[in-house]
Every structure is written in C-alpha cells, then in structure tokens.
C-alpha cells in the first residue's frame, strides 16, 4: 500500500522528468486491461466484456489537456456468459456485427478536472452512429515493474442513441437504455 501511494505521490515528478515536452504515445496492454458493458434485463443486473480491444494514447503530462485517444473496440469478439444472450447482442437488431464490426472512440482534448481526474472529450462511434461524449477517468502513473499508467472509467450511454435496439429492442421497459461502460486499461509507453 505505502508503495502505491508513493507512486501516486512521485507519478508527476517521474512523467514530467523521463518524458520530453512532447505527447508521449502510450499503447493498452490487453492483458492487464479490460473494458466491461454493465446493463439490466427485467431489473436483473448483467454485465459483459468487449475483448481484444486496441487503444493508443498520446499524452503530454507537462500539458495533458493536449491529448489524443484512438480506440477500437472489434464487437465481434463480445463475451458474455451466455450464447443465447450473445447471438442476440451480435444480431441486426442490436450490434449488426455482419455491417458493423467495429466501435471506435477518438478524443483529441482532455482537461484536467481535480489531482488525477480527467475528462477526455471526443467522439464515440457505435454501429452508423457517431454522438460526441464527454469521458471522465482518472490517470495514475504506476511504476511497479516499469513506467505504465492506469486509466479507470464509468461511464454511461444511452444505447438507442447509438441504434442499439431496433425492432423489439427498442422498448427500454426490459432492458434500459442505459448501459455502463467501465473501463480498467493499462498502457505502456510505446
């Protein structure tokens, strides 16, 4: 514990001295990271995984308003616990993978909000539907066995808008319109 919290402590001090003036770009490592959907079905909670999700970070911590995120999230390879349950998130009327394979998020601003939270505002593209969106997370510098952030995030969107749910789906008396993406991403710098 006391070795975390000097490494939240010193994080600053090490980014600002071991990198240039310039945006450092920074890659997830899929193995350490995951990135969650939380949502209900007749009140009952459920939650899946979007896997082998590739995301790419420049960030400058002299100047971390100056930022860009590049994430793509292949819907494909969407893991619930459940076939059934994943033939439908994958069919037409909800992801269409067969016509959209893939989600993506760009952000090309973020702002410093309080110590380690951020907000990174951009663009979130799901099935043909792209809606700008703010994404608060918090970024901490890790340093236990090498220079690596971690940048955590909750947050929810309202899934009709993004053409997830047509037909059935559309009615939000069973499932909400609101989903939780929750997000647990480690990044090496690159």
Do not use: H
Request: charged fraction near 20%; charge should be negative.
């Amino acid at each position: 514990m006391r070795k975390k919290i000097l490494g939240a402590a010193i994080a600053p001090l090490l980014m600002a001295s071991s990198l240039s003036a310039n945006a450092a770009t920074w890659v997830m490592d899929p193995e350490d990271s995951s990135v969650v959907f939380k949502y209900s079905y007749s009140g009952t909670p459920y939650e899946g995984e979007f896997r082998n999700v590739e995301a790419v970070f420049e960030i400058d911590p002299l100047s971390p308003g100056d930022c860009k995120f590049e994430v793509t999230i292949p819907i494909i390879d969407t893991y619930v616990d459940d076939e059934e349950t994943l033939s439908y998130l994958l069919d037409v009327e909800l992801f269409d993978v067969d016509q959209f394979p893939y989600a993506r998020f760009e952000a090309t601003q973020c702002r410093l909000e309080a110590g380690s939270a951020f907000v990174a505002d951009g663009m979130l593209t799901i099935r043909d539907q792209t809606q700008p969106i703010s994404f608060p997370f918090d970024l901490n510098v890790n340093i236990d066995g090498g220079l690596r952030f971690n940048l955590t995030s909750e947050v929810t969107i309202q899934r009709l808008d993004y053409g997830v749910g047509l037909g059935y789906w559309a009615n939000t008396s069973a499932i909400p319109n609101e989903v939780t993406i929750a997000v647990d991403v480690y990044a090496v710098k690159q």
